[in-house]
């Protein structure tokens, strides 16, 4: 039987081993701006790939668009690259090689849309947006959610590409190595957007981290984990080791504390304290929180050095160094 120790300590130590590597722990001179109200529109996303799922948020608000419409055409562009190794298309897969995608959405009215596990789709997000639109429930998974899928007309493909097939042949030799800390290996996007006229939506979706074991979930499709918005309030997304978002509902606690009248900035920073304070691995980890309120104020934090995030803001598109724990 595999427990959870002997998965960390053997079949899985490339697994975590490679979610976590390559960031050396040290200061951070992070160069995020003091927060300051700023404007709406915006569109922000995690990473600097995020600038282009901004870019076509974007256009779909300066033309009257809503964050809805804007967010999952954002993450759509992301899901769709190749190039991507954590996020749909071209993601890495699990270590049976299957490439399993979790993905969620939500809208200003408060309704949420969620799948998880799901394979051969190449746009979770959208089909996450039917789950929320269509159906009288929130989250389908794995065999259920590409049936939904299917039967909503979606089109069945294959996502492993070639490139990450070979990584995960070579991962199955190498299996032993030591963890090493590598952001490439995980990095979901989660992208707020706020519409002209103050709306708000969030989406999430990543392929997970690489090589998990076959039907794990992360953070990233949990509704209050791995994104969470409140038209009153603002929206927060999560990035990173998913199991420390779960355990510490870190998009949710952002927005609850923004609603207490925290700053997007100071929200995320006590949401990776949470982390610190409560998970005894946390050194060897990477999490990265993203926020705004609804003046457009936007702030983030992460655990470890390395983090950045992309604003789209006063029709400057641009990528923001964060402000680390370590
Ligand atoms: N949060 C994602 C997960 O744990 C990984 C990532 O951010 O890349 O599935």
Redesign the pocket.
């Known amino acids: 039987m595999t427990t959870r120790r002997n998965f960390l300590s053997s079949t899985a130590k490339g697994t975590v081993a490679a979610a976590l590597g390559g960031l050396s722990v040290g200061a951070c001179t992070g160069t995020q701006p003091p927060s300051t109200a700023k404007s709406i529109p915006l569109a922000l996303s995690t990473w600097p790939f995020g600038t282009k799922a901004n870019d076509e948020a974007w256009k779909i608000m300066a033309a009257g668009g809503n964050a809805l419409d804007a967010v999952e055409a954002g993450v759509k562009v992301i899901e769709a690259a190749p190039e991507n190794s954590?996020v749909g298309y071209g993601g890495l897969p699990d270590r049976d090689g299957r490439v399993t995608l979790?993905a969620c959405i939500m809208n200003a009215a408060g309704d949420a849309g969620s799948v998880s596990c799901i394979e051969h789709i190449m746009h979770p997000i959208s089909v996450a947006r039917r789950v929320m639109e269509e159906t009288p429930h929130v989250m389908l998974v794995g065999d259920g959610a590409l049936q939904f899928a299917l039967e909503e007309g979606f089109k069945k493909e294959n996502l492993l590409t070639e490139k990450s097939r070979k990584a995960w042949e070579e991962w199955k030799l190498q299996a032993q190595y030591e963890p090493v800390i590598n952001a490439e290996l995980?990095?979901?996007i989660g992208m707020i957007t706020i519409d002209a006229a103050g709306d708000i939506a969030g989406a999430c979706t990543?392929s997970?981290?690489a090589f998990k074991m076959h039907g794990r979930v992360?953070?990233?499709p949990v509704i209050g984990a791995?994104m969470y918005v409140d038209n009153e309030v603002g929206g927060a997304a999560?990035?990173?080791?998913?199991e420390l978002?779960l355990k510490t509902l870190g998009s949710f606690l952002i927005v609850e504390l923004m609603r207490r009248g925290m700053s997007p900035r100071k929200a995320c920073e006590e949401a990776i304290a949470r982390i610190v304070h409560k998970q005894k691995d946390y050194k060897k980890m990477q999490v990265g929180y993203i926020a705004t309120n609804k003046a457009g104020d936007v702030g983030a934090y992460s655990l470890q050095p390395g983090f950045s995030y992309a604003l789209y803001q006063n029709d400057e598109n641009k990528v923001v160094e964060v402000n680390s724990y370590l």
Do not use: K, N, Q
């Open positions: 954590s979790d995980h990095d979901t990543t997970g981290l992360g953070d990233s791995g999560a990035t990173g080791m998913g978002v």
